[in-house]
């Protein structure tokens, strides 16, 4: 795992930060989950550690791993807290990394409320007080804004490990109008000379009493002046809950310029059927064309697309490409066809081909070109996915058409493995080696799996007892934080102790492998003598 990275959490910069793109309604759905949990057999299967390596010289190398330090004991028995590790190859130790923490505004669905990232200061010995990443979420996806709402705060921070040091990032404070909408968002930069937040701009939003946006002004921070000055206004137009228009305009120091205008129609299902964009002419004062795009639709499929130039010579749009879309009885998109104008019709230019098992699962994409020499369609690129009897997903394989040898080359391959509760327990990414003709190993993620009686949530929550990854090819955490151990002792299926420490050290990494594959059973006896126990299976 590299010593200097850019922490990036899992979650995404909300999408005002860039712009807004086309907006349909104000309806809203839940939309930020994890996917830490599996329900099967009667057993809640729980990820617990992740296990990184890189392939180098002939052999797997350890870079990494994640590992659950506590969960929340809900419907599910979430995991919360996460510690990831970086391996080092010239002492043999794993390194603290990074922390993770994570809330959930419901158990069952995994819906995320805030999540929170530090990373590990090696000089200090100890986490940051600071976050590097941290988000927090309403629960509410606006199809206004096209994201699921942030509320209080958002950070997004860059991390040196070398030097310890955060190097950049951005904060955002989130002011909301009945926990839906934006009301102020303020941005602050990260001054990595002075360690503190610096103002850098803010976006207001004006509302009708629909709740529907009308202005959005945004503002940028002037040190000189020591106010916010006018940077950009959106105005926006709204038709039966569609938006139909965007007026943006930008501030010269005295007053606002337009600078683009985007037009929207539709039709009775909200279907968008034509996208104008206009470009203010400041020399004669008017809207010009710029582009068009025109849509189609078969019941609820869009079936053409068509993107159109604005002529200037002939004062009107004139055809450039079109994309037209075919379905399956199952609304699967099967076909896809590029065109191109050739002033007089349209010519053929690309074409990409879908096939799907019975599950609808994706099976097939072929991407072909048109030769127009011989009128016939040219293989250029295709993606294979195959699935087990269970539709999980094994491999990914993604191959180039050789027109040497007419036949296909191969370029990367995904492969995963599932163990028989459809736990994703394997992940080699590999890319073929054209001089050898063989796959070349490239990095390998082994994930683990705590399975609990989703009966006993309740027992297991008053045990305090976490040992992880289990199953387990021999390696084991044993997390005794909450109890205090005095001592720690393993004991095979004929009752044989395999391993005995006292005053034990939380956290520490166990390896079994040597004792052979098997239940174990773990006792750990807290300062008062009171003894709590689990099992791990050794495969």
Known sequence: MNTRIFILAILLIPAFAMGQSLNINNSGAIKTQTDFVNNSKGLVQVLDS???FEYVGGMWKNIGKRCIQSRHWGTNGLPNEWYSYAYNQATGEWNNYT???YTFLSDTAEIIDTYTQKPYNSFTMNWEADTAAYFDYTGYYSRQFEEEVYENTLIS???????????????????????????????NNFNTSTYSWDKAAKYSYFYDSNGFGQKRLNQTWSSSDNCYVNSEQVFTSWQNGDNIQKVTQYWNGSTWDNNEKQYYEYDANHHVTLYDKSLWDGVNDE??????????YSGSLLSVRTYLDWNTISNAFVNHTRYTYTYDSNENIITLLRQSWSGSAWVNAYRTTYTYNSADLRTLTLEESWDSGTSTWKNNQREVNTFDSNNNKTQYLLQYWDNGTSSWRNGVKDDYVFDSNNNKTQYIYSTWNIPSAAWDYISKTDYYYSAFDATSLTELFNNKLSVFPNPTNGEITIDSREINANRITIFDMNGRVVYDESNPVSGRTINLRSYGTGLYNISVTDETGEIRTSKVVVQ
């Open 157 to 187: 921070r860059g991390y040196d490990f070398n030097t310890n040091n955060f190097n950049g990032g951005m904060r955002y404070k989130f002011h909301l109008i009945d926990d839906t909408l934006y009301d102020v968002v303020e941005m």
């Open 99 to 101: 922390y993770e923490h």
């Open 50 to 52: 992740i296990y990184y």
């Open 287 to 296: 809207w010009l064309y710029d582009y068009e795009y025109t849509y189609v």
